[in-house]
């Protein structure tokens, strides 16, 4: 991996580190299924915009099944699941459990034959884990019924976008990334159409939630979903889902710039860990050459 993908990868995972203290802001006051489902919307109009303005075509017909189906492992399983952990459990824990998103990422990408299950990326994992666990240091959370399933359902979420990534990748050698990022959005709005117009009338409107939702939407959404597809076109699906590692890194640095939660120099072992773990399974060696 050249260091401009390393950089773009630790980039990205900036700009999504803010993603689970916005669904904290988003989900209890709209609701997990509106937040979803408007996220989505907003996603796919910034990417049909950027379409008609590059004027690129759409993907042919009989490649919409597939993207529908990458919508549904990337995009609207996890999007509505977070989305609901958000509503239990703090920011920090789910970005923890969506750092188990590149251990799925390894182990999909071996099951279906694209890479090879090398110890060095067991232990990237493995590495990434424990640097994640070291750098948010979360405070005790009585353990019930629901922290559990909400638990449980970021880690589905984990698995789903980390399983997703291996159609990401296929698709990214057929279509334009662009065209197929919008398509994944349309298809993910016409999936969440009903649900999200069943409890959009329940929705209590707030100009910060909505806010939340537009940040959502068309930056951690659709923007980064392009820029991700783009990328994945020269990297492996594993090296790309080694992003999850870092983003408790950034999810950590903007709760102490915009909330003024506490850093302390015990978080450097997590922050140097986390970075060793992406550049593990990304295959990248800042020493090569």
């Not at 080694?242 to 408790?248: D, E, G, L, M, R």
């Not at 915009?258 to 302390?264: D, I, M, P, Q």
Request: charged fraction near 10%.
């Amino acid at each position: 991996m050249h260091t401009r993908h390393f950089v773009q990868l630790i980039a990205m995972s900036a700009l999504w580190g803010a993603s689970f203290p916005l669904l904290r802001i988003a989900s209890p006051v709209l609701g997990p299924w509106v937040v979803a489902g408007w996220r989505c919307l907003l996603a796919a109009v910034v990417l049909g915009v950027l379409m008609r303005s590059l004027r690129e075509r759409w993907p042919p017909r009989a490649a919409w099944p597939r993207l529908a189906l990458l919508s549904l492992l990337s995009v609207v399983i996890p999007f509505v699941l977070f989305n609901w952990a958000a509503l239990v459990i703090p920011a920090g824990y789910s970005a923890v459990l969506n750092a188990t998103a590149p251990l799925f990422g390894v182990l999909g990408a071996a099951i279906a034959g694209e890479e090879k299950l090398t110890p060095k990326r067991l232990a990237g994992c493995a590495v990434g884990f424990a640097g994640v666990t070291l750098l948010v240091q979360l405070g005790p959370v009585d353990v019930t019924p629901q922290v559990v399933l909400a638990s449980l359902a970021c880690i589905v979420a984990a698995a789903s976008y980390g399983f997703g990534t291996i159609l990401m990748k296929r698709a990214t050698l057929i279509h334009a990334p662009l065209s197929a990022s919008a398509a994944v959005y349309v298809a993910a709005t016409v999936i969440l159409a009903i649900p999200t117009g069943m409890a959009t009338p329940s929705a209590h409107l707030d100009i910060g939630a909505l806010l939340a939702v537009a940040v959502l939407g068309t930056v951690t959404s659709g923007l980064m979903y392009w820029i991700s597809m783009r990328l994945m076109r020269e990297i492996s699906a594993s090296a790309a889902t080694s992003a999850a590692f870092v983003i408790p890194l950034f999810g950590v640095t903007w709760g102490a710039l915009f909330l003024g939660e506490r850093v302390t120099i015990n978080m450097l072992p997590g922050c140097v860990l986390v970075l060793a773990a992406t550049a593990l399974i990304a295959g990248f060696n800042p020493f090569r050459g």
